[in-house]
């Protein structure tokens, strides 16, 4: 059968699988961790964990490649039939999933110029496929935006003259679509989708979206990643006005403005550049006033806009969570939830301790609203769009 590789380029992280046909072989995941680099390798809910160097993260390809044949699941890359990678980028052009050829290229170096910190990765990485892989093995650009496409137009617009949101093509796109397609996608298979549903992707970006009858209608991340919550590094939602006058005042322009509200916001920010990281700051949240400040500030922002979601869905039905700090925090989830009883949501708090990295309702048996962790299987759903594709 037809192997596929299957490329997400994460904000913190490089994730590979190795599909063949519709079942993943294995999971390759190089992230950042304890101030060094690992890699884990899953293969039949077996994984190995290993340190590897900086270099090794940066020609993960390599090592990738090595690591496949070293376990006999490849013998070399002509063994691959196509290869499908997760794209974030603002534009209507990519509000379709689409064959990676020299006009799209071109729209995704195009779109940097608009979103330069996060597309740069992915454009370098597709750049390092095709020089490590040759011409001959397509490649596939699988949208983040495509399952937000249809938002309503209340939704969809930002209040700026209606020549320049077309003329720029300045609209709310939203982005992690592959995550919550795939949560629709499991919980339509077991003839459980609800009606009104809001899912909180949490990870180092994060995403609530409200969902109605498996479609999205309106989602927190806009024209590109940085809207919406507090997140690892990233602002998220801050009046214009107090950004065009930290930038006067700061003289903080261009891509070091970009870099600043990027990189350096965010929790990681709040925390007076403590770390970004959700586990770090709750292992000093009490001896460290704004590592505790920080943390109630993400989770604030994340309550807010469970609230205005009810709203918008005239109730709901489930809260999902899933992305990494969603699907293996226990104590955000939990912090989160505090709160939110008003709206009939009622958490299991032993059902919440035990539950790390699996599927599992957390909620009570007497809850209004289920309360779920779901986890996320966004390369599943690249695989599927790239077979299409190919």
Known sequence: MNKYLIINTGSASKKYSLYEGKSELAFVHFECED???????IKDGTTEKNKITEKEFDKSLDYLLNLLIKKTLVTSKEDFRGMGIRVVAPGLYFTEHR???????????????????HIEAIFEEIKKL??????????????????????PIKAKLYSIPLADTKKYEIYRYGYHGLSFQSIVGKLKDKNSLPSKMIVCHIGGGISITAIK??????????????????????????????VIYLSEVSGLKGMKFRQYLNKNSGLFGLSGGVSGDVRDLLKIEYENSDAKNALDIYAYKIQKQIGAYVAVLGGVDSLVFSGTVGERSFKMRKRICDGLEVFGLKLDNSKNEITDRIDAVISTFDSKVKIEVIKTNEMKVIAEETEKLI
């Open 213 to 242: 009858d498996g479609k999205s209608i309106d989602t927190s991340m806009g024209f590109t990643p940085l809207e919406g919550m507090t997140m690892a590094t990233r602002v998220g939602d801050i009046d214009s006005g107090a």
């Open 35 to 41: 101030g060094g680099h690992v890699v884990s390798f």
């Open 130 to 151: 095709k020089k490590f892989f040759g011409k001959k093995i397509p490649m596939c650009g699988v949208s983040d935006s495509v399952f937000h496409k249809n938002i």
């Open 99 to 117: 064959l990676i050829d020299d006009e799209y290229l071109k729209n995704i170096k195009k779109a940097g110029e608009k979103a330069p910190l």
